[in-house]
T-cell receptor, first 112, second 113 residues
């Protein structure tokens, strides 16, 4: 069990640029989640995959956001035309069924 | 709708003192409840979870939590706090489909010598 890995750990980007984050879940976990955490708040749900199928999306996930999990393993979260309001910690988690949710260390995005 | 309330934004305790962090949830069915801890700039580490059965659950680092259905609460406790426990603590509820966490806004713990 190597844990959930997220890359990069930190990303600074200029407003209007596109960014992509990667999450590698625990290998035997079929469920993968993305959350966003802003300063002083708890994480907020963005989207959920079971294997390669994206089954739920939050209304927070505007049309500038897209997530994929093409082979049911790693996942990417892309933000197009970044805005300052996108600055946050983006957390990935994985689980096998309904138990054992494990979070990664997150990617901190700063939009300048 | 599901929600979690952590009424204490910030708590300060002396090292060696006991600790209780409050969590109240709102959920129509039997909840799955979790406590996570987050150090600055880090992800979330699971302390403990309640799915069913014994309402007093033990977790890592000497933490425990008690599920009280009548009070819709899941308070986190530790009998003797260590300086390394200083962090942000989040309570969360998961729907019975297990697809989405609802987190509280967190309680920041400061430990003074």
């Amino acid at each position: 069990d190597t844990g959930v890995s997220q890359d990069p750990r930190h990303k600074i980007t200029k407003r209007g640029q596109n960014v992509t984050f990667r999450c590698d879940p625990i290998s035997e976990h079929n469920r993968l989640y993305w959350y966003r955490q802003t300063l002083g708040q708890g994480p907020e749900f963005l989207t959920y995959f079971q294997n390669e199928a994206q089954l739920e999306k939050s209304r927070l996930l505007s049309d500038r956001f897209s997530a994929e999990r093409p082979k049911g393993s790693f996942s990417t979260l892309e933000i197009q035309r970044t805005e300052q309001g996108d600055s946050a910690m983006y957390l990935c988690a994985s689980s096998r069924g309904q138990g054992g949710y494990t979070f990664g260390s997150g990617t901190r995005l700063t939009v300048v | 709708a599901q929600s979690v309330t952590q009424p204490d934004i910030h708590i300060t305790v002396s090292e060696g003192a006991s600790l209780e962090l409050r969590c109240n949830y709102s959920y129509g069915a039997t909840p799955y409840l979790f406590w996570y801890v987050q150090s600055p700039g880090q992800g979330l580490q699971l302390l403990l979870k309640y799915f069913s059965g014994d309402t007093l659950v033990q977790g890592i680092k000497g933490f425990e939590a008690e599920f009280k259905r009548s009070q819709s609460s899941f308070n986190l406790r530790k009998p003797s706090v260590h300086w390394s426990d200083a962090a942000e603590y989040f309570c969360a509820v998961v729907t019975n489909t297990g697809n989405q966490f609802y987190f509280g806004t967190g309680t920041s713990l400061t430990v003074i010598p």
